[in-house]
């Protein structure tokens, strides 16, 4: 049974795919200011969704994920990265991994912030109509949520995830050296993570982190611009 509609799951990975392209954007441009045009040589470093979508990771399995009720997840296609244009590659590398989830947080304080500014100047929602209230539960607010969803799931510190560049540039040279031998068991470690708990019917202890994580975070972004 459909956990969902097909319209509102159409929607949501809609709402995916725009934020997944400024996350991917978040990458290209900071690798460009380090010193790596790879990525804006080869039509990367762009606000065309067109350029980053991957048809499985972006949209068959988030589409799935939504209609299903199963783990809502999903990528792009990796952002080209040449660490040899790059004057401090293990420094740099977590510099750039770091910039998609940042730029995701961005977003959710750009798409809060515009919340509350239409609410302190004409009252919305509350004083409009039932289809801005939908506007704004669904559109705005839900938007917001997947972005920090995106910006905190991508900080699991697993290859390919943005947190595992992270982890290794933050490590002292040894540490890091020690940390990137998981490196090739990093996809098989998420895997068993997203599935293995949803075939034996267990909770996801990991999904109720990154979900307890990105309402927290959520909340305080919303608190912050006054929206709470």
Known sequence: M???DPYMAILRVCQFIVLLTFHEWGHAKS???LGDPTAEDEGRMSFNPAVHIDIIGTIILPLLGTLFGGAFFGWAKPVPVNPYNLKNPKRDLMIIAAAGPIMNILCTIVILGVTQL???TIGFPESGSAAQYQIYR???LQS???SIFLAVFNMLPLFPLDGFSVVYGLLPWRQAQAFARLRPYGMIILMCIIFVPELLHLPNPVFWFIGTASYGIFDLIATL???R
């Open 118 to 120: 239409l609410k302190v």
């Open 31 to 33: 690798a460009n200011m």
């Open 225 to 227: 611009v006054g929206l």
């Open 2 to 4: 459909f956990n969902i």
């Open 138 to 140: 669904i559109l705005l």
């Open 144 to 146: 917001g949520l997947i």
